[in-house]
Nanobody
Framework: QVQLVESGGGLVQPGGSLRLSCAAS????????MQWYRQALGKQREFVAV???????NYADSVKGRFTISRDNAKNTVSLQMNSLKPEDTAVYYC???????????????WGQGTQVTVSS
């Protein structure tokens, strides 16, 4: 199993910044993609950003130019720097990791518990 611990959420004013972090632990053999998703109240969970094992990043159109994803492969961590935050960015943000562990031969999806981000004046 993979345990994901997220941190960094909170309340911020429009135009402000927050940095989310996620640390993966467990008997991890390899990590493929590390991603962030979010789910606003009453809406479906949506993709925010991905960092692939090959070193590329991709973003949802709604956050391009404002959010930056980064990962530290040595520490099995992924971060999301969020700038110029808008009220519509308010959501629970989830870390997602696609990893291979000692317990299963294939790559599986693992989710964090989520961290609340609220953008409001």
């Amino acid at each position: 199993q993979v345990q994901l611990v997220e941190s960094g959420g909170g309340l911020v004013q429009p135009g402000g910044s927050l940095r989310l972090s996620c640390a993966a632990s467990g008997r991890i053999f390899a990590i493929n993609a590390m991603q962030w998703y979010r789910q606003a109240l009453g809406k479906q969970r949506e993709f925010v950003a991905v960092s692939t094992s090959g070193g590329s990043q991709n973003y949802a159109d709604s956050v391009k130019g404002r959010f930056t994803i980064s990962r530290d492969n040595a520490k099995n961590t992924v971060s999301l720097q969020m700038n110029s935050l808008k009220p519509e960015d308010t959501a629970v943000y989830y870390c997602n990791v696609i990893a291979k562990t000692a317990y299963a031969p294939e790559f599986l999806n693992y989710w964090g518990q989520g961290t609340q981000v609220t953008v409001s004046s």
